[in-house]
């Protein structure tokens, strides 16, 4: 026995694992964009600060405003370890890759230092090291000489730009979670769903459905899903019903055909053409119905070959009473013909038409009562033209419409297995017709029986198809 996974459980994991995929995918989304974020505003602050000549940086805006204030550079080595004067940087923090110098090129402080062996000389600024002018009532008064850093460096910048990213990231961080959680409702839920109801249709659970809930395209593969769950039921139920009934058909003349032969064998009946003969009328009673089972197969598969021409309906339907005629005089039952004058051929193939007439008057002969009537009338209709071949009998529920061209169908009441017939006639009718452009029906007659039209298209030159 198959084990059908439990759906609740299903659903939940197929839910919590599509939320973590799309949490991921989010959550990748942030984190790139904080990291290039991060890249590109330090490669457009060293590029800014280290090579845009116009830029002057904090501490050579402290030293000028220091050499306005004194004149002169005396005592400037006190600035290296203090905090400037309303500034929002410690100065100390900025000597540690500077020189300073005077109008005449020596060294005044060397990276916050003011004995080292380069103070007081004459210092040339190599090509890598980045000068700044110190100016002061349009005159230069000094130079500031900045060691360029590495790549991301000062880690204060680094830092700030991280602390400020991060700061930046929260809401949307936050909105993600939100959004995250809205689309769970609204798309992985469904999505969810529908895929534990796949699951379990696989595991042979025709009966699963899913509620058609979300935006349009996932209520449309609801909807489909519903559909073709229903489309498999129904196929499942129709073959399991289709083997009953074959069981059910094949088993009565096998059990004639076993009774009468295994009787012969034992003596109980002689091997004459008395007893010999309804095992031989159940044996034709078997090949009727296997090649009307063939015939069914091959015309609801479509792989029937069909000669279209044009057709009179009038003279097909004259023919088949004709054909009829014997069997109906035998019951006393009488076939009349009605015409239409000056109707236009249909197309179809004779042969596969006669066949379907031929269905529909036996199917009328077999429930006829004695001195019945039958009724053929060909006539013009919308769409091309209409054979309908109605009866006086007992007819049908109208409840029981819908299902008169299912196959095996027979009233319980008034069309037993014993009145003859598998119940395939009108099932085969209906794959004819239908594979021929045409349309078949039944209705209830006003004053009691059954009518079943067929309208088929009317012929056109240019509408042969071989």
């Not at 290039?36 to 501490?59: D, G, K, Q």
């Not at 209409?386 to 061209?405: I, K, R, T, Y």
Request: aromatic fraction near 6%.
């Amino acid at each position: 026995m198959t084990h059908l996974p439990d759906p609740h459980h299903s659903i939940r994991y197929i839910r919590r694992r599509l939320f973590l995929l799309l949490m991921q995918a989010f959550g990748a989304v942030v984190i790139l964009s904080v990291v290039l974020l991060v890249a590109l505003t330090s490669i457009a602050a060293y590029v800014f600060t280290r090579r845009n000549p116009t830029f002057v940086t904090p501490l050579a805006s402290s030293l000028e405003a220091y050499y306005l204030g004194r004149g002169s550079w005396a005592g400037v080595a006190a600035t290296t370890g203090e905090a400037a004067s309303g500034a929002s940087f410690e100065i100390g923090q900025e000597w540690r890759d500077a020189l300073l110098l005077d109008e005449t090129g020596r060294v005044l402080i060397d990276q916050g230092h003011t004995d080292t062996p380069l103070i007081g000389q004459v210092y040339v600024i190599p090509a890598h090291q980045s000068p700044v002018p110190l100016r002061v009532n349009d005159g230069q008064v000094g130079t500031l000489v900045l060691e360029p850093p590495s790549f991301f460096e000062p880690p204060e910048l680094l830092g700030g730009l991280l602390r400020l990213s991060c700061a930046v990231s929260f809401l949307p961080g936050v909105l993600t979670l939100l959004i995250g959680f809205l689309l769970t409702r609204r798309v992985v839920t469904p999505l969810a769903d529908v895929i534990a109801a796949a699951q379990s249709v696989a595991a042979g659970d025709l009966s699963t459905r899913v509620e058609v809930r979300g935006p349009g395209d996932l209520r449309s593969l609801s909807d489909s899903f519903n559909r073709m769950a229903d489309a498999l039921e129904r196929t499942d139920r129709e073959r399991r019903n289709l083997l009953a009934d074959v069981a059910h058909e094949l088993r009565t003349p096998l059990t004639i055909i076993r009774g009468k032969l295994e009787g012969m064998l034992d003596g109980v009946y002689p091997a004459d053409e008395a007893h010999v003969a309804p095992v031989l009328e159940e044996t034709y009673v078997l090949e009727r119905l296997v090649e009307d089972l063939r015939l069914l197969t091959l015309a609801e598969a479509r792989q029937l070959h069909f000669d279209r021409e044009p057709v009179d309906l009038g003279d097909l339907a004259e023919r088949a009473a004709d054909l009829f005629g014997a069997e109906a005089a035998e019951k006393g039952v009488a076939i009349t013909v009605r015409v239409e004058p000056g109707l236009p051929p249909v197309l179809a193939d004779p042969q596969r038409v006669g066949q379907v007439v031929g269905n529909l008057l036996n199917n009328a002969l077999r429930y006829m009562p004695e001195r019945g009537q039958i009724e053929i009338a060909v006539r013009r209709s919308d769409g091309g033209v209409e054979l309908a071949v109605s009866d006086n009998g007992p007819g049908v529920p109208e409840a029981d419409l819908p299902h008169l061209f299912d196959r095996f169908w027979r009233n319980e009441k008034s069309r037993a297995r014993s009145e003859g017939g598998a119940g395939l006639g009108l099932a085969i009718a209906k794959q004819l017709v239908e594979a021929q452009s045409g349309a078949i029906a039944a209705r209830l007659q006003p004053g009691g029986g059954l009518c079943v039209s067929v309208v088929m298209p009317i012929f056109k030159s240019s509408s042969i198809q071989r």
